[in-house]
């Protein structure tokens, strides 16, 4: 069983401000899935990374996968109130077929106008 | 497309009773997987299915079961609840073991279970 670990645990900022969330885990992923999830609603998928070294872009939001694929980091340029939620990463192991997620614990981002 | 509907979307129950949660997968995807998810514990998978067939179990007690119709649609089941069993269960599904792309799991809004 992995060990996933996603830091910081809540992160608090104002309106503007850039941050960067972090998914770090002991073992090699074959592919990693990034959500976002609002209060009492479901995780929405924002991306999924699957290269070594991976770079992605999702408006003000860049992904990238490590190159040893065992992390991962979120990037928010700019933050805006909409982008307050929960992060949470969910990497697939390696030589699998099956679709269980193990979901990190999440950073709660809370941005303020 | 729709997405993921899963129903109800609220349910209290009391200690000892049972209770079943349906979801409707979006329309070609044919793995449904479900998960619990709590404060204190975050997101934990429950179990998967696909044509009809547990894939995958995770840790959970006997009293949580599921199945799968030939349509896709799942339900869950959990019985003999305990104050514990109060958490959001949420539904995902996907296209299925395919390619890497098939893997990408879509979730309904869940549905908020509150045993009292």
């Known amino acids: 069983t992995q060990l996933l670990e996603q830091s910081p645990q809540f992160l608090s900022i104002q309106e503007g401000e850039n941050l960067t969330v972090y998914c770090n885990s002991s073992?090699?992923?074959?592919?990693l899935q990034w959500y976002r999830q609002e209060p009492g609603e479901g995780p929405v998928l924002l991306v999924t990374?699957?290269?070594?070294?991976e770079v992605k872009k999702l408006k003000r939001l860049t992904f990238q996968f490590g190159d040893a694929r065992k992390d991962s980091s979120l990037h928010i340029t700019a933050a805006q109130p909409g982008d307050t939620g929960l992060y949470l990463c969910?990497?697939?192991?390696?030589?699998?077929?099956?679709?269980?997620?193990?979901f990190g614990t999440g950073t709660r981002l809370l941005v303020s106008p | 497309k729709a997405g993921v509907t899963q129903t109800p979307r609220y349910l209290i129950k009391t200690r000892g009773q049972q209770v079943t949660l349906s979801c409707s997968p979006i329309?070609?995807?044919?793995?449904v997987s479900w998960y619990q998810q709590t404060p204190g514990q975050g997101l934990q998978f429950l179990f998967e299915?696909?044509?009809?067939?547990?894939?995958n179990k995770g840790n959970f007690p006997g009293r949580f079961s599921g199945r799968q119709f030939s349509n896709s649609r799942s339900e869950m089941n959990v019985s003999t609840l305990e104050l514990g069993d109060s958490a959001l269960y949420l539904c995902?599904?996907?296209?299925?073991?395919?390619?890497?792309?098939?893997?990408?799991?879509?979730f309904g809004p869940g549905t908020r279970l509150t045993v009292t």
């Open positions: 990374v699957v290269t070594g070294g």
């Open positions: 995902a599904s996907s296209l299925g073991p395919r390619d890497r792309s098939s893997y990408e799991q879509y």
């Open positions: 299915y696909f044509s009809e067939t547990q894939r």
């Open positions: 073992s090699v992923f074959s592919s």
């Open positions: 969910a990497p697939r192991e390696m030589n699998t077929g099956f679709q269980k997620l193990v």
């Open positions: 329309s070609g995807h044919r793995s």
